[in-house]
């Protein structure tokens, strides 16, 4: 009994301090604010952290998709109709990407590095021949040589515009994807070049950007403040540019795109320096998603990165010069393309103004295929999955004293877009979930001393209930006989032997009274 009843006690104490213990330690939120001030200290870019040597060499295999639009019906195009597009891809190269040079600056709060960039044709992945497979589109030196002499006399023109039918260059040309992307010696560079050596004589949209790098870049390691983990310090000693006309569209924000800080929220916007579009650009938060059974936030640009001045004022610093703005959902960046009239836009227009989507036949933009996102553990900052997106078009106009673009209307001509992907790897996802159930297990810690103290609860329940009813079964044998001895059958009325009255407790026999 004794026993029983010290475990009933213990059981009570017990379970309550468990209870209180834990209730204390969620309010506090002790555990979930240890584990956030060791991720805070341990993912940085450091040497001693483990997120430097995978951002020095990023595992997951990163793939460049390139899309083309080939031209279908020039000579409407040439005589006042809309060009007819048709889209071939993709053609799909490995992109691999080191940091190189990697030099620790100001007692390691900061880091230099230059991330050269190689790629290597992926047939598997392809849908053909680059270097067979021939593609007819805008004839792009034709229509920046044009654009510059714009502003030059008419005789100029009219000269070169005879120089130009002479040795057949046309407004449209036809190349293999090859010689598109990575160069061919074009007659109309090579004669400028001749006269003026600084041009390069070869035209490609990736001519010399295999192998080379977009920057120098000094990045902050996150050691002081892990808010600053990733971000952008300078661009080629830059902490700002100077090719658009106001100070905020001239920042140089965010990180480059590889790495953010942990504990990232939803209600946070997320920026990202895009070298290859002269800006940095934001992106909001659009849903929970899970990636090789890890979940994630994923982050997109919102419609307002490219929306008209008119709608967003934020976007006025991008009209050079100041008023000359082109509409929602494309952005002229001439300025950083040594004045050539490029245009970049997200594939098919998509988020565009319907005036450029319907100025050409062929787009069909839609949010999955043309989206750029970005898909984020928002425990680590770790990109899970990556998706960026842009298109390339140029503006193609009449310039007086070229009789060749008399008849068309001004367009913004799609020439590609490009689809860079990643996803992490199967190991380093498995490294992810494991680190993500440690974090999960120490930050709920007091849910399972709650959950062990309401156990407890339960047991003192189970053995207060049982004690009791031990107790009242007692208490029903309280009344007991004293003897166990049988009665004797009643005898005869005369009967030697009197009869005996009461074989009870308390109640002596006494003799019969006689009648």
């Given at each position: 009994?004794?026993?029983?009843?010290?475990?009933?006690?213990?059981?009570?104490?017990?379970?309550?301090?468990?209870?209180?213990?834990?209730?204390?330690?969620?309010?506090?939120?002790?555990?979930?604010?240890?584990?956030?001030?060791?991720?805070?200290?341990?993912?940085?870019?450091?040497?001693?952290?483990?997120?430097?040597?995978?951002?020095?060499?990023?595992?997951?295999?990163?793939?460049?998709?390139?899309?083309?639009?080939?031209?279908?019906?020039?000579?409407?195009?040439?005589?006042?109709?809309?060009?007819?597009?048709?889209?071939?891809?993709?053609?799909?190269?490995?992109?691999?990407?080191?940091?190189?040079?990697?030099?620790?600056?100001?007692?390691?709060?900061?880091?230099?590095?230059?991330?050269?960039?190689?790629?290597?044709?992926?047939?598997?992945?392809?849908?053909?021949?680059?270097?067979?497979?021939?593609?007819?589109?805008?004839?792009?030196?034709?229509?920046?040589?044009?654009?510059?002499?714009?502003?030059?006399?008419?005789?100029?023109?009219?000269?070169?515009?005879?120089?130009?039918?002479?040795?057949?260059?046309?407004?449209?040309?036809?190349?293999?994807?090859?010689?598109?992307?990575?160069?061919?010696?074009?007659?109309?560079?090579?004669?400028?070049?001749?006269?003026?050596?600084?041009?390069?004589?070869?035209?490609?949209?990736?001519?010399?950007?295999?192998?080379?790098?977009?920057?120098?870049?000094?990045?902050?390691?996150?050691?002081?403040?892990?808010?600053?983990?990733?971000?952008?310090?300078?661009?080629?000693?830059?902490?700002?540019?100077?090719?658009?006309?106001?100070?905020?569209?001239?920042?140089?924000?965010?990180?480059?795109?590889?790495?953010?800080?942990?504990?990232?929220?939803?209600?946070?916007?997320?920026?990202?320096?895009?070298?290859?579009?002269?800006?940095?650009?934001?992106?909001?938060?659009?849903?929970?998603?899970?990636?090789?059974?890890?979940?994630?936030?994923?982050?997109?640009?919102?419609?307002?990165?490219?929306?008209?001045?008119?709608?967003?004022?934020?976007?006025?610093?991008?009209?050079?010069?100041?008023?000359?703005?082109?509409?929602?959902?494309?952005?002229?960046?001439?300025?950083?393309?040594?004045?050539?009239?490029?245009?970049?836009?997200?594939?098919?227009?998509?988020?565009?103004?319907?005036?450029?989507?319907?100025?050409?036949?062929?787009?069909?933009?839609?949010?999955?295929?043309?989206?750029?996102?970005?898909?984020?553990?928002?425990?680590?900052?770790?990109?899970?999955?990556?998706?960026?997106?842009?298109?390339?078009?140029?503006?193609?106009?009449?310039?007086?004293?070229?009789?060749?673009?008399?008849?068309?209307?001004?367009?913004?001509?799609?020439?590609?877009?490009?689809?860079?992907?990643?996803?992490?790897?199967?190991?380093?996802?498995?490294?992810?979930?494991?680190?993500?159930?440690?974090?999960?297990?120490?930050?709920?810690?007091?849910?399972?001393i709650i959950a062990m103290g309401l156990i407890l609860l339960l047991v003192l329940v189970v053995l207060f209930c049982r004690n009791r009813q031990r107790k009242t079964t007692k208490d029903d044998q309280a009344y007991t006989q004293v003897s166990d001895k049988p009665e004797e059958p009643s005898e005869p009325p005369h009967s030697s032997q009197p009869p005996r009255n009461g074989s009870y407790i308390a109640m002596s026999p006494?003799?019969?009274?006689?009648?």
């Open positions: 009994m004794a026993r029983r009843s010290c475990a009933i006690y213990a059981t009570g104490i017990v379970s309550a301090h468990l209870l209180v213990v834990g209730i204390v330690l969620l309010v506090a939120q002790v555990f979930q604010t240890m584990i956030h001030s060791r991720l805070k200290k341990e993912i940085t870019l450091t040497e001693k952290s483990q997120m430097f040597e995978s951002w020095k060499n990023p595992p997951p295999p990163v793939y460049m998709e390139y899309y083309f639009f080939n031209v279908t019906n020039p000579e409407v195009f040439l005589n006042g109709g809309k060009a007819a597009l048709k889209q071939i891809g993709p053609y799909t190269y490995r992109e691999y990407r080191p940091r190189e040079n990697v030099t620790f600056l100001e007692n390691g709060t900061k880091l230099f590095a230059l991330n050269p960039k190689s790629f290597v044709f992926v047939p598997e992945k392809s849908c053909g021949d680059p270097e067979v497979d021939l593609l007819r589109t805008i004839n792009i030196p034709f229509v920046a040589v044009t654009n510059e002499l714009n502003q030059y006399p008419f005789l100029l023109r009219s000269l070169v515009s005879m120089f130009m039918n002479s040795v057949g260059i046309e407004l449209f040309m036809t190349r293999t994807v090859h010689e598109i992307l990575w160069g061919f010696k074009d007659p109309l560079l090579s004669r400028i070049h001749a006269m003026r050596p600084e041009v390069d004589d070869t035209f490609g949209l990736m001519w010399k950007k295999n192998g080379t790098h977009e920057g120098e870049f000094v990045f902050y390691t996150g050691e002081q403040n892990y808010m600053d983990y990733g971000k952008i310090d300078t661009w080629n000693g830059l902490r700002e540019m100077s090719w658009w006309s106001s100070n905020q569209s001239n920042m140089i924000n965010g990180t480059d795109g590889a790495v953010f800080h942990p504990l990232i929220n939803r209600n946070e916007l997320l920026y990202i320096f895009a070298a290859d579009l002269c800006r940095s650009i934001h992106l909001g938060y659009v849903k929970d998603v899970e990636v090789k059974g890890i979940q994630a936030f994923r982050f997109a640009p919102p419609a307002d990165v490219l929306m008209n001045p008119t709608d967003n004022p934020a976007n006025q610093g991008f009209c050079v010069p100041a008023g000359d703005c082109l509409g929602t959902g494309v952005l002229k960046v001439s300025v950083c393309r040594e004045g050539a009239p490029i245009v970049v836009s997200f594939p098919h227009f998509y988020q565009a103004d319907p005036k450029y989507i319907n100025a050409v036949e062929g787009m069909t933009p839609n949010k999955e295929d043309h989206e750029t996102y970005l898909d984020l553990q928002p425990t680590s900052g770790v990109p899970i999955r990556a998706c960026k997106r842009a298109q390339l078009n140029i503006i193609v106009k009449r310039v007086k004293g070229f009789p060749k673009t008399k008849l068309i209307h001004e367009t913004i001509f799609p020439i590609m877009f490009v689809n860079e992907t990643a996803t992490i790897d199967d190991d380093s996802a498995s490294q992810m979930r494991t680190l993500l159930l440690i974090v999960t297990l120490v930050s709920n810690f007091p849910l399972l006494v003799e019969a009274q006689k009648c």
